[in-house]
């Protein structure tokens, strides 16, 4: 097991066009999470999976975004008509439990041209 | 609000020891977590505290105090390879899981 592994590593996207991210979780662990974190800033939380469900949404997480986590296991975020603001790092971590700490992945850094 | 405090940066020399501090004041506490962050790279865990006190690992310890809303992390026997990001995150126990991160204290250590 070689941790939280996240793709792609970099993405380059003119505006107004969508973009996936996709996330594979350390086996096993049932909790998975995705922050964003711009240069200079603490990661900052969008929204998290207990297996297959989506319980938490970060009000960050406009309509334009969406996470999906199908069959518990990878989890992928999808941005629509992206926005030069979202221009960050998306950053994905996984936990075995609630009361444990978070692995985090490499992360999706996404510039927005 | 949720408002985590800590300084923007700090430098030290190679084998000294170094104190970061971190305030939070959240709706609700269920532990502070220390992250390490190196530059383009994941943050790493380093610690965790729920109760008050001291916790130690190797060259480095964290310490609670929840009725102060304060933690520092103490880095001692500090090395190069130790200039990163500091993040100090709380678990807040009303929004199950999700941790509120402050901005970071960026570490310098100098030869």
């Not at chain 1, 997480?61 to 926005?83: H, M, N, V, W, Y």
């Amino acid at each position: 097991d070689t941790g939280v592994s996240q793709d792609p590593r970099h993405k380059i996207t003119k505006r107004g066009q969508n973009v996936t991210f996709r996330c594979d979780p350390i086996s096993e662990h049932n909790r998975l999470y995705w922050y964003r974190q711009t240069l200079g800033q603490g990661p900052e939380f969008l929204t998290y999976f207990q297996n297959e469900a989506q319980l938490e949404k970060s009000r960050l997480l406009s309509d334009r975004f969406s996470a999906e986590r199908p069959k518990g296991s990878f989890s992928t975020l999808e941005i629509q008509r992206t926005e030069q603001g979202d221009s960050a790092m998306y950053l994905c971590a996984s936990s075995p439990t609630g009361n444990t700490e978070a692995f985090f992945g490499q992360g999706t850094r996404l510039t927005v041209v | 609000g949720q408002n985590i405090d800590q300084p923007t940066e700090m430098t030290a020399t190679e084998g000294a020891i170094v104190q970061i501090n971190c305030t939070y004041q959240t709706s609700g506490f269920n532990g502070l977590f220390w992250y390490q962050q190196h530059a383009g790279e994941a943050p790493t865990f380093l610690s965790y505290n729920v109760l008050d006190g001291l916790e130690e690992k190797g060259r480095f310890s964290s310490f609670l105090s929840r009725s102060k809303g304060y933690s520092y992390l103490l880095l001692k026997e500090l090395q190069m390879k130790d200039s990163a990001s500091y993040l100090c995150a709380v678990r807040d126990e009303y929004y199950t899981d999700k941790l509120i991160f402050g901005t970071g204290t960026r570490l310098q250590v100098f030869p």
